[in-house]
């Protein structure tokens, strides 16, 4: 069995946190995921003004393909402090099997020398076009939390 392991990272604007969502989904149900996001997931930047819009109506969308995620979470640490070890303990459940790692590019360091035996990606280098949308969950957990401080019906 593959893992696709996603990782992304928050931060509030002028404060001292950070926020880092992580997200494991099994790599044969890829495509599905793929399908049943496509349409709606969108970068949270691109948004505009339709942010808030947007973030109303996420949770009802996402936790209709919950059932395909095997990990949905996120945490907050102080900002300038090393990633959360929750983090690397949910990471480590999942390397019996061959994993892939994806990760904010701004996090590349910490997991290459974390995994050095395991493929850890950039996110900035994807260049497979159903990996960028599903990397878009770990995005928009991220800034869902940091936005609204709970995920109680998608966490997993």
Same mark, same amino acid.
């Given at each position: 069995?593959?893992?696709?392991?996603?990782?992304?990272?928050?931060?509030? =604007? $002028?404060?001292?946190?950070?926020?880092?969502?992580?997200?494991?989904?099994?790599?044969? &149900?890829?495509?599905?995921?793929?399908?049943? %996001?496509?349409?709606?997931?969108?970068?949270?930047?691109?948004?505009? $003004?339709? @942010?808030?819009?947007? +973030?109303?109506? *996420?949770? #009802?969308?996402?936790?209709?393909?919950?059932?395909? %995620?095997? /990990?949905? $979470? /996120? *945490?907050?640490?102080?900002?300038?402090?090393?990633? =959360?070890?929750?983090? &690397?303990?949910? %990471?480590?459940?999942? +390397?019996?099997?061959?994993?892939?790692?994806? /990760?904010?590019?701004?996090?590349?360091?910490? &997991?290459?020398?974390?995994?050095?035996?395991?493929?850890?990606? =950039?996110?900035?280098?994807?260049?497979?076009?159903? +990996?960028?949308?599903?990397?878009?969950?770990? #995005? !928009?957990?991220? !800034?869902? &939390?940091?936005?609204?401080?709970?995920?109680?019906? %998608?966490? @997993?």
């Amino acid at each position: 069995m593959t893992w696709i392991v996603l990782i992304d990272r928050s931060e509030k =604007p $002028r404060e001292q946190t950070s926020f880092i969502s992580i997200v494991v989904i099994n790599s044969s &149900f890829k495509t599905d995921i793929y399908s049943q %996001i496509k349409d709606w997931i969108t970068h949270t930047k691109k948004l505009g $003004r339709k @942010k808030a819009q947007y +973030l109303n109506t *996420f949770e #009802d969308k996402y936790s209709k393909v919950l059932h395909l %995620i095997e /990990v949905s $979470r /996120v *945490f907050s640490y102080r900002k300038g402090r090393n990633v =959360p070890d929750i983090v &690397f303990e949910i %990471i480590n459940k999942y +390397l019996h099997d061959y994993t892939v790692i994806i /990760v904010d590019d701004k996090l590349l360091k910490t &997991f290459r020398r974390k995994y050095p035996k395991q493929r850890v990606i =950039p996110e900035g280098k994807l260049t497979d076009k159903q +990996l960028k949308k599903i990397m878009l969950i770990a #995005d !928009n957990i991220c !800034n869902y &939390f940091r936005v609204k401080g709970t995920l109680d019906k %998608i966490w @997993k």
